[in-house]
C-alpha cells in the first residue's frame, strides 16, 4: 500500500508530466492534487522540528524529489526567518505547511501595456519593474489547505515563519532550470508606489539581488522512498 506521500507525488508528477510533452495543465486539474496535499502532516515525511533547531542557517532545504517534471522539498524557516519576495516563471506550486505558522503574500502579474509600464519606469530609478495585484495574505499551520500559483496567478510569494519556527512541503513543476537559464528565480522588492488601473489596485515590483541574509542550507530526506514514483 503506498504511503500518503507517495500517492501525492504520483499524482502530481503524472499531472505535471503532460507539461513537458507541451500540453497545458488547467487549474481544475490541481484540484485533486491539492486535495491529497491538504491531508499531509509532519509525520507523513518523517519531519521532526527538533532536528532543526540550533543551525546557522536562516533557512534549511530538504530535497525529495526532483527530475524535469517537478522539484519537491521541504523548506524549514527560523523563527523570524522567510524566503524573500521571489517568482516562479511559467511554473506551478503547491505549498503546504506541515509545521508552525508561515504568513504567505502573494501577487499575480497585473496585465498592463507596455507602454504603461515604460511610462511608469520612467518615474522612477530602477530599469526593471512589474506591475502586480496583490492576490493573498494569509497565515497557514498544518490545518489549512495548502496555497497554489499557476503562471498567471499567485506566481510571486514571500513566505515567513511567524512565531517559531515553520516547514511546508513545496512542489513545483516545471523545476526551476539553471542549466538552460529558462526558469530562474528572481528576487523583488516591493516599491511603495501604488497606482489605480481600471478599477485595479496595482502595485510594483522592482528586481533585485538575491538578499544577502537570505541563504540555505540542506538536511536529508528520512521518510518513505520517493524513487518508485
Ligand atoms: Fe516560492
Keep these: 500500500m503506498a504511503f500518503p506521500i507517495q500517492k501525492v507525488l504520483k499524482l502530481a508528477h503524472s499531472t505535471f508530466s503532460k507539461l513537458s510533452k507541451g500540453i497545458a495543465v488547467d487549474t481544475g486539474s490541481l484540484s485533486p492534487i491539492k486535495s491529497l496535499l491538504d491531508q499531509i502532516r509532519a509525520s507523513d515525511v518523517d519531519f521532526d522540528a527538533s532536528n532543526f533547531r540550533g543551525r546557522q542557517a536562516p533557512v534549511t532545504y530538504v530535497k525529495l524529489?526532483?527530475?524535469r517534471v517537478m522539484?519537491?522539498?521541504?523548506?524549514?524557516?527560523?523563527?523570524?526567518?522567510k524566503l524573500p519576495l521571489h517568482d516562479h516563471p511559467g511554473m506551478y506550486g503547491l505549498c503546504k505547511t506541515i509545521h508552525g505558522e508561515m504568513k504567505v503574500e502573494s501577487y499575480s502579474r497585473a496585465v498592463m501595456s507596455d507602454d504603461v509600464i515604460m511610462r511608469k519606469m520612467s518615474t522612477l530609478p530602477f530599469s526593471n519593474v512589474i506591475p502586480v495585484n496583490k492576490k493573498d495574505s494569509a497565515c497557514l499551520s498544518e490545518e489549512d489547505e495548502c496555497c497554489v500559483l499557476t503562471p498567471d496567478s499567485?506566481?510571486?510569494h514571500e513566505i515567513r515563519a511567524v512565531g517559531d519556527m515553520a516547514a511546508f512541503l513545496d512542489i513545483l513543476a516545471p523545476p526551476y532550470d539553471y542549466e538552460t537559464m529558462t526558469r530562474t528565480c528572481q528576487y523583488y522588492t516591493l516599491l511603495e508606489d501604488t497606482d489605480e488601473f481600471n478599477d485595479l489596485q496595482v502595485q510594483w515590483l522592482n528586481e533585485i539581488d538575491e538578499p544577502r541574509d537570505f541563504w540555505c542550507d540542506s538536511s536529508d530526506y528520512t521518510g518513505p522512498t520517493l524513487q518508485d514514483i
Design 154 to 156: 499567485g506566481n510571486f
Design 71 to 81: 522539484s519537491v522539498g521541504i523548506f524549514v524557516m527560523r523563527n523570524g526567518a
Design 65 to 67: 524529489y526532483e527530475d
